[in-house]
């Protein structure tokens, strides 16, 4: 079982910069794929971004590509997402994920468990 706690959103301006953390429990955090998602109001959820176990590969949506770096601390049980140059659209509720056998990298389902998101807003 793995309880993940996302932190760091907030309200910030447009072209500001945000960093999401997810903590998250258990002994085999380094064997997950982490991942961010997020879902804006009255839209699906929508991966944004995702790291593999040791880190050397990382994912990016087209929509944050080149504003958003994801990084994990295998010493530390975190992962987290800088979020540069942010947008409006940006606006959304950020969700932690952690999958065990991942190979959908972007697919909801393969993630086994979730935090409860954190709400960044991005003012225009």
């Known amino acids: 079982q793995v309880q993940l706690v996302e932190s760091g959103g907030g309200l910030v301006q447009a072209g500001g910069s945000l960093r999401l953390s997810c903590a998250a429990s258990?002994?085999?955090?380094?064997?997950?794929?982490m991942a961010w998602f997020r879902q804006a109001p009255g839209k699906e959820r929508e991966f944004v971004a995702a790291?593999?176990?040791?880190?050397?590969?990382?994912y990016y949506a087209d929509s944050v590509k080149g504003r958003g770096t994801i990084s994990r601390d295998d010493a530390k049980n975190t992962v987290s997402l800088q979020m540069n140059s942010l947008k409006p659209e940006d606006t959304a509720v950020y969700y932690c994920?952690?999958?065990?056998?991942?190979?959908?990298?972007?697919?909801?389902?393969?993630?086994?468990?979730w935090g409860q998101g954190t709400q960044v807003t991005v003012s225009s």
């Open positions: 994920a952690a999958g065990r056998s991942v190979v959908g990298i972007s697919r909801e389902r393969e993630y086994d468990y």
């Open positions: 258990g002994h085999t955090f380094s064997v997950y794929v």
């Open positions: 790291i593999r176990s040791g880190g050397a590969s990382t």
